[in-house]
């Protein structure tokens, strides 16, 4: 995406922004993000319900939950690309249609396909919503701090609206309907598309890009089929599926970066990755947002299979981990003024670590304590890797930083619920089994895989800061 990075020139809109317009801007972005995160855990609420309706096999029911981040994941390099040659507001437009649609189709299922089929169009709106929502304010806000609280704002409002979901969802399910809980967007989304349609200043690149079907087609298969692979893993009836999908994912993956390196203008630069600030931090990002939504998914369906707890009650439960979160995202940064960078980021993963073993150690399930910890740590881990991807990528490169970064935080997001999901599924006596039943020892799997990720990231962000004082 070195295409918006370079120095081709941008067509801007033609006169310096009103503060208020730049309010306006940043409340519908901030109504619509906020919204766009519920999308991704908000239906955990109602999957008993949707799984009874509509004949959803737990495997379908793992689809519905994680299909919405995976697509958002998989297109915001191509929506990013899209906007850039067409005009961002013009993409960020289609993208509330699309999701709008989407919100439609889903709500309205009455079978499993069209059900994933319109949460996989939920996805392909967030990822144009995403995509022009970043471009937009790197054109719309011309000083560093205003992107930085611009870019701060958007992160926050995502992370909000994704911890609050489960409690929106059991709302809409027992005061209303299943099906309201993707209506709820149709006029909230309505009413964002009119005001964008008026206050969002158009720009594009004035050299756009040309779409290369093989960059888009690699990244593609590539990723579905390590997403595939992640799907069948545990099935004993394909034995041959899931090592087969990951040569594919392996080969897809080989074949992009290939291509990447005889671009003029790359798709994605992925010299990037060569810096290992950049790449610890996108690894961060997708290991923290992977466990905080895989969590959240289970404990949603650990409580909802309990008789004790209303769908309401469930989201009410899981409040500390969604407030956490928040204040860690927004306290975190601020805190850099007093605290080195990499010793807040090594609290931040000892805390998600800490909480996520908490989460399956103590009697109650879950226990304030351990969600408050999780997200905390959750929260100061974002946001700090989020600050150090983008400020380790040279100026000439913030799109293709900002592209990997927003890809960071779908992917980790949907691959966090599959991968917790299919190990739950596993251990839940195959597919015909209660998820709930499994949530345990997944929840214990993802606690073990991301404390040892998460000591391992400290020791360098510490290692890094060593060197950088010898010097």
Known sequence: MSHSTQSAPLRHHDEPLSFARVCAILAVFTVVLIFGGTDMTKVAAALPELTERLSLSPLQALWTADAYALTTGVAIIPSAVLADRYGRKRAYTAGLCVALVSAVIAGAATGPAMLIAGRIGQGI??????????????????????????????????????GLGPLLGGVLLEELSRSWIFWINVPVFGLCLIAASLVLPESRNTTPPKLDPLSIATSTVGLGALILALKVITRDDLPAAAPALLIGSATA??????????????????????????????????????????????????????????????????????????????????????????????????????????????????????????????????????NALMSSAPTTRTADAGAIQESSFALGGGIGIAALGVIALHYSAGQEGDLATGAHTALGAGAFLYSTFGIGAALMALGQQRSVHRR
């Not at 103590?362 to 881990?381: E, F, N, R």
Request: glycine content about 8%; some cysteine.
């Open 253 to 386: 993956g080989v074949v992009f970066c290939w291509r990447q390196t005889r671009l003029r203008r790359p798709y994605l630069d992925i010299t990037l990755f060569k810096n290992p600030v950049l790449s610890v931090s996108a690894l961060s990002i997708v290991a923290t947002s992977g466990l905080f939504n895989g969590t959240l998914y289970l404990l949603t369906q650990q409580l909802l299979s309990e008789d004790t707890h209303t769908a309401i009650s469930a989201g009410v439960a899981l409040l500390p981990l969604a407030a956490a979160s928040m204040a860690g995202g927004i306290l975190a940064p601020q805190l850099t003024r007093w605290i080195a960078e990499p010793h807040l980021l090594t609290a931040g993963f000892l805390s998600t670590s800490l909480g996520s073993l908490l989460v399956i150690s103590l009697p109650q399930t879950p226990h304030p304590l351990s969600l408050i910890l999780l997200g905390l740590g959750a929260g100061t881990v974002m946001a700090l890797a989020s």
């Open 125 to 162: 709106g967030s990822a144009l919503l995403i995509a022009a929502t970043v471009a937009i304010i790197r054109v719309s806000f011309p000083t560093l701090r205003s992107r930085s609280v611009a870019y701060g704002l958007w992160v926050t409002s995502f992370s909000a609206g994704t």
